[in-house]
């Protein structure tokens, strides 16, 4: 129930009127017995501004999850990042203290954590990240850390920024390309494009699908539809593959976990995604 008590929390975007996070986080903080209550807010770019000091000044509302176009742009307005979000130079989990606003980056974190759950411990793999925008970025950066990754992505220039921004801060050699990459030649091929995705379910992959073998794990970020053409073309080739609801639900544990202090139910979590999805 909702009473005078009641705490805050949110995602904010533009848009956001689809997102799960409400849904997946609600049914957490029900299962958990805490009274928040977590709501999307569609928050222009030109009000981002107000956003912070709004939350600091509402003093019930203790922190949000941050999705496209605002991960970047809400840096400016917070008063201190953890280590992840300043190595990836984005925020998705803000958390309110009182007068202070701080950003966290859940998303490479998630992402790892998602992969591990079906494959174990990754470490030392050859891995090829797909796409250069933020979940590409988030992935690659946590990857990085201690595995072989290159980037490639359909603006080349951008796979050869991004790559030599983490080559730069991690001091590990990350290689990039373009499209035409051998799919083939990697252990773990991430996606992480909005190709695909939902009501777009038909396009073709933006990489040669023929390369794919039995040998290989092949990751979509998209959660939406569950199975992409891509996962299913990967399936039929005898690849392990994996969706994104995982991710989702790993990086929003991890944003409940900083709230709250309390660690959510992963299953409640994903419960709730999988019974609003095709
Ligand atoms: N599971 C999760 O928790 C989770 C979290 C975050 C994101 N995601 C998913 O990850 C995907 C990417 O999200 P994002 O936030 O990184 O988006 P973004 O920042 O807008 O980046 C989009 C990327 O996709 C590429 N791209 C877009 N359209 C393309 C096309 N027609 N052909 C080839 N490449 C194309 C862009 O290439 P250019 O640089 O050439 O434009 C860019 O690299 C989305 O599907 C999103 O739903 C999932």
């Known amino acids: 129930m909702i009473d005078s008590k009641t705490k805050l929390l949110g995602l904010i975007g533009h848009p956001v009127e689809h997102s799960l996070s409400p849904l997946m986080h609600n049914s957490a903080l029900r299962d958990k017995g805490l009274n928040y209550v977590y709501l999307a807010f569609d928050v222009h770019p030109d009000k981002l501004k107000y956003v912070v000091e709004g939350a600091k000044a509402l003093g019930t509302f203790k922190g949000f999850n941050v999705t496209v176009p605002h991960k970047v742009e809400i840096i400016k307005y917070l008063d201190k990042l953890d280590r992840e979000a300043q190595l990836i130079g984005a925020v998705n989990t803000v958390k309110i203290e009182g007068d202070v606003a701080l950003g966290y980056n859940t998303d490479g974190l998630g992402a790892r954590m998602a992969l591990e759950e079906e494959i174990g411990k990754v470490k030392g793999r050859d891995i090829l990240v797909i796409g250069a925008g933020g979940a590409a970025r988030a992935v690659a950066f946590e990857m990085a850390k201690d595995n072989k990754v290159t980037i490639v992505n ?47 379910v038909d396009v073709k992959p933006v990489i040669d699908v023929e390369r794919i073998h039995s040998g290989m794990v092949v990751m979509d970020l998209i959660y939406n539809p569950r199975e992409t053409v891509l996962l299913r073309e990967a399936k039929k080739r005898g690849a392990k593959t994996i969706n994104g609801i995982g991710m989702l639900v790993y990086q929003g544990a991890l944003a409940f976990e900083i709230w709250t202090g309390v660690k959510p139910d992963v299953e409640v979590m994903k419960k709730a995604v999988e019974s609003n999805l095709y």
């Open 154 to 200: 359909r603006t080349p220039e951008k796979a050869k920024l991004l790559a030599e921004e983490i080559s730069r801060k991690l001091n590990r050699e990350v290689g990039y390309g373009d499209l035409n990459v051998d799919v083939g030649r990697y252990e773990i091929v991430i996606h992480a494009t909005p190709v695909g995705m939902y009501p777009h």
